[in-house]
């Protein structure tokens, strides 16, 4: 995906965002801004591809932040939230009607919720009794975008390139059900702390190499996958799968420049550039295909 | 008031919209983009005055896109909301209990409220019984910082800065108010358009002239207040002021940089930074006054 006008000023945004998670100090705030101002005016062109700048603009924050993870207590927090709901969407995942296709399809949207949960744009710390509300309201809604059907029969060894933290958790249903219906899967997350998402010390935290076959990282902390900085076995994972299940919308924007396929590209439509460059507006819960 | 780390994104963002105001030229709005970007690299820094940077991004902005006024559509379209709906205000201001005093203080909530209808935050588009209600809901809420009280001695010479247009039509009740109490009233616009300010352009299109004592001009089309762009008279009446009425948050962001008193500040909090300057959160009414 290419750089939109949008990404500028929501690219300086996020720098202020985690500026304040990592510390109180107005004076280094404004460094970070006045970093990611200074990154912008060297780099910034109509046409580049949007992860190629807001990788650029979040390490120099942090390296002016000195902190290699500001998101630390954001992402404690959506894993903590993201496993005292576990069961409850568990439930709704695997004690739903009709056969594992059912399942496979309930897991998916519960996945592409959880895509949505994470930023704290519906609250990390609402009540039991709401969030359960929101989730439902969600899945009862379902898919805007739905090619689920298209992926039943490319579930043998796919590799799944994972988001953030907390909505991993709701992930590992989509493993379960595709390990039960005889699938392979690599796991791909970050190969260092970037945003809220998910690194090997979640992996590890919460076991979540049982529930897959292999897990692999992007080799460095570039936002989604990059290319130029990924260890030979991922290309050679992306090349060989039957499909890529790509989460969330830092993934979308990096693989939509390559040529992998089939591709999934499964998440909660959070900006406007991203919804025009997929096809479906803000809010929509998407599973689209590409081959 | 100084900047604030919120101040870098939310005049890109307020390019972003300039732009797409004025042209449909994507290449065009990234150039707009840039220039922002441009401007912001050679002068942000902490401490600096929130307008002198915004001055410098909007001119920047304006001579990119070759449009003198790009916000000129949004201005016709507030202007003509607020003609419409001026006399259910007008009813909600003057037919109400009590004396000029009581009319006073109903005048200026009504003016402050006006300054949160102009920005599109509550939609201009709305039909009339929602406008109505929204109106009506805001005036049975009230001043948040209410200090009318200690303005009533201070109304024989009136230096008023005015904001937006549509808006202007509702001061136009606090100006009926202080003639009628004995006040003079010199009225202040833009010195030429500058995001959806008034400028002579309107003064001239509702007569507003017929309703103050004189108009006087910013003398150019700074954020707010310039002072090294302000005629001589202008500063002058501001030193002879009995009450100066300043409404709006680009003229807080400037007039609180100066020693003006007393003054009197009519706004709708409508970001954080403004919100943190004067004390009170968005979405706050706001009549304070610095003596």
Chains 1, 2 share one sequence.
Do not use: W
């Not at 090349?239 to 993934?251: D, R, V």
């Amino acid at each position: 995906m290419k750089v939109h006008p949008r990404c500028s000023y929501c690219l300086l945004s996020r720098v202020h965002l985690e500026a304040e998670q990592s510390t109180d100090d107005e004076e280094l705030m404004h460094k970070a801004i006045i970093g990611g101002i200074e990154v912008m005016n060297s780099i910034y062109r109509p046409g580049m591809p949007a992860a190629e700048l807001s990788t650029a603009i979040h390490r120099k924050a942090y390296a002016i932040l000195n902190d290699n993870d500001p998101y630390r207590k954001m992402k404690e927090l959506s894993s903590n939230t993201a496993a005292r709901f576990l069961p409850v969407i568990r439930s709704h995942v695997f004690n739903g009607d009709g056969d594992d296709v059912a399942t496979f399809k309930r897991a998916v949207l519960a996945a592409v919720i959880g895509n949505y949960f994470d930023y704290g744009v519906m609250g990390l710390d609402v009540p039991i009794d709401v969030f359960e509300d929101t989730f439902r309201e969600h899945f009862r809604r379902g898919l805007d975008i739905d090619d689920t059907d298209r992926m039943l029969d490319k579930l043998s060894n796919v590799v799944y390139l994972a988001d953030n933290c907390g909505e991993i958790l709701i992930d590992t249903l989509v493993f379960e059900i595709i390990k039960k219906m005889g699938g392979n899967i690599t796991l791909v997350v970050r190969g260092a702390p970037i945003l809220n998402d998910v690194t090997m010390d979640e992996v590890k935290e919460f076991n979540i190499g049982e529930k897959v076959d292999r897990v692999l990282t992007t080799g460095s902390n570039a936002i989604g996958v990059c290319l130029e900085e990924a260890p030979q076995e991922l290309k050679e994972a992306l090349e060989n799968a039957s499909l890529i299940i790509s989460k969330g919308m830092a993934n979308y924007e990096t693989l939509s420049e390559e040529s992998y396929s089939p591709i999934a590209y499964l998440l909660k439509v959070k900006c406007d550039p991203v919804g025009e460059d997929i096809g479906a507006p803000k809010g929509c819960s998407v599973a689209r295909l590409i081959e």
